[in-house]
């Protein structure tokens, strides 16, 4: 009677172990993770998770306490770099979560709604602008993980809502800036995660009609403020002295800078205009053209020009070629931009804007 007792006995504490009872630290992670204190929480969790001792709702309820105490952090200060760490480790651990107790312990909704939250206040903080596209990364997290289902959380609401705040803002910078250039590119900061805002494209286009004569150079020193990841400052770099587009075609003036760091042949012939649905028509060389050379005249260097030879010129590093063209596209055509990829897959690009 005795041995039968003590092998039930063992068979049950194995059973009990096999199915993931809660050990000591865990136990004291739903502790702290009651009181509030969720940094605790998730430390008492991570110390269970190196024991090896879990059950089998643990991974949701360190998801959770990891979304709490980002939230926690945030509410403090939405720029704290350890949230960042919080979220990595949610997305490390989600897919380990049990479906069993995830709706239950509403996992998904703790991890969406705390996403969406922090990554409003990183957009409404008026941080650097590395945090706020860290912002809408979160916000898109959130987007994605709610789309898994089990989940009442809105985060769309909240993205949408950041993106008027950013774009309200890069207007606001943009008519308040010091020339067209940095006019140009405060709007574009917002471009990166709100493209398809109405009152942002309104803005833009006002801009590029403006700029359509001038370089958009990346230079951080030139505008006082980080560019747009969009503007690349290595490739060509394209502005239109003249430019006149009709119903059916156009014809105007191109001036090219050579920001690829080789000397490179420029043919006219190889800009593409593109339309605002995609289309795309060549341009064709009309004549006019030549390239800048730096000669030595006297002991001192002075800018020449050297005309084309055909329909192509010689555009060296960090100078620029000038040519005139003409563009025929059909009636319904809606130019948007026009760009400049040469034989090694350097390119440009330069926005038009509509009138």
Known sequence: MFKKSVSLIVFAALFMGFTGCKGKNESNGDSHFKKGNFR?????????????????????????????AAKQTARRNASDEIISNYFEQIHRHLP???????AKKGTLDSV?????????????????????????????SAISIAKRGNTNA?????????????????IENSEGAENEVAAEYALLEAEVVAPDDADLKKALNAVRLKNRSIW???????????ASRLVDKYGYVIAFPSLNLGPTGGAGEV???????????????????VSASGEEV???????GWCAVDRVEKGKFVEAKVQFKGSAGELR???????????????????????????????GRKYLGQR
């Open 40 to 68: 605790n929480a998730v430390n008492s969790y991570t110390n269970a998770l190196q024991k090896g001792k879990t059950s089998d709702e643990f991974y949701d309820s360190f998801v959770i306490a990891y979304a709490s």
């Open 96 to 102: 380990k979560i049990n479906p069993k107790y995830t």
């Open 112 to 140: 969406v709604v705390a996403l969406s939250e922090i990554g409003l206040a990183q957009v409404k903080g008026g941080f650097e602008y590395e945090y706020t596209l860290q912002g809408f990364r979160n916000l898109d």
């Open 154 to 170: 809105n985060p769309n609401q909240a993205r949408r809502e950041a993106e008027k705040i950013i774009v309200a803002q890069a």
């Open 216 to 226: 958009l150079i990346f230079a951080e020193d030139l505008i006082g403020q980080r």
């Open 255 to 273: 001036a090219v800078w050579n920001a690829t760091g080789n000397n490179v042949a420029f043919d006219v012939n190889r800009l593409k205009l």
């Open 282 to 288: 060549n341009a064709k060389y009309t004549g006019g």
């Open 317 to 347: 590093t960090e100078k620029t070629c000038n040519a005139k063209f003409t563009f025929s596209y059909p009636r319904n055509f809606v130019p948007d931009y026009v760009d400049y990829k040469d034989g090694n897959n350097n390119i």
